[in-house]
């Protein structure tokens, strides 16, 4: 198996959870995708933390949260539209 297949078979469930999560209208104001659908924007940090991230994952620790995403191909950028985290999909491979 390539390191591609390794990567996505073994994180489905958390790219499931994490689209999930994203796409749920209802955390819209928390978190969201960017215009572009390339990125996310973290809008509220501490209710993210607090309400979002638990229901859809162990870790309620947002550095948990960046480190498994940086580990999929994810990157937190620095954005001059929003002064919360923004992180975009730099990854070599197709996620779906």
Do not use: Q
């Not at 954005?79 to 996620?95: A, D, G, Q, T, Y």
């Amino acid at each position: 198996m390539d390191c591609d297949k390794y990567r996505k078979h073994r994180y489905a469930g958390y790219f499931r959870s994490f689209f999930e999560m994203v796409d749920d209208s209802s955390t819209d104001s928390v978190v969201s995708w960017s215009d572009n659908g390339k990125s996310f924007i973290v809008w509220n940090e501490s209710e993210f933390c607090k309400a979002v991230l638990p229901v859809f994952f162990i870790s309620n620790k947002i550095a948990a949260f960046v480190r498994r995403l940086g580990i999929l191909g994810f990157n937190k950028i620095e954005s001059e539209h929003h002064s919360m985290p923004v992180i975009e999909n730099r990854s070599p491979f197709n996620l779906s």
